[in-house]
């Protein structure tokens, strides 16, 4: 989840739906630059997987954005948090550079939904944020197999 720090904290349902399209939609824009510039098939396979995800998530939150509030949501260019990885620098990274990144920010994303489902008094919202945080969970079991892989050959 390489969401932008430097965000006003969302207050209603609403601003709770449209920040996690913004995140989700970051994060499938840096999932897809990752996966461009490293050389490892495997790990461009594992990160374009993800970042299809991610914007199948974004279009998720996005059409529940519409049922809240009538409006359609507009896209906003990406913002990688600061701290991110230097994109500059990843072709040099390792494949379990790369998972590992993955792996936080995905653990990152499912406390994040957790704890929005866990507070939104929207019922529909909540379910939602349910969903998605169990999807990051899945997600995250996914690159830890993957990492795992990297420690034993021929495990595929």
Do not use: C
């Amino acid at each position: 989840m390489t969401g932008s720090s430097n965000r006003t904290e969302p207050n209603t349902p609403a601003e709770l739906v449209a920040s996690a399209v913004q995140t989700e939609r970051e994060a499938a824009w840096f999932y897809q630059m990752m996966a461009e510039m490293t050389s490892d098939d495997e790990a461009k396979e594992t990160l374009l997987t993800l970042a299809k995800d991610e914007k199948s998530h974004a279009s998720t939150l996005a059409n529940l954005y519409f049922e809240i509030t009538g409006r359609g949501i507009t896209e906003k260019s990406p913002n990688p948090a600061e701290g991110d990885p230097n994109l500059f620098d990843f072709p040099s990274a390792s494949r379990r550079d790369a998972l590992e990144f993955a792996l936080r920010n995905e653990q990152t994303a499912a406390g994040f939904y957790q704890t929005q489902a866990e507070t939104a008094e929207n019922p529909r919202v909540a379910t939602m944020f349910r969903i998605l945080a169990d999807t990051e969970r899945d997600h995250a079991a996914y690159i830890e197999l993957q990492i795992s892989r990297l420690d034993t050959p021929n495990a595929h």
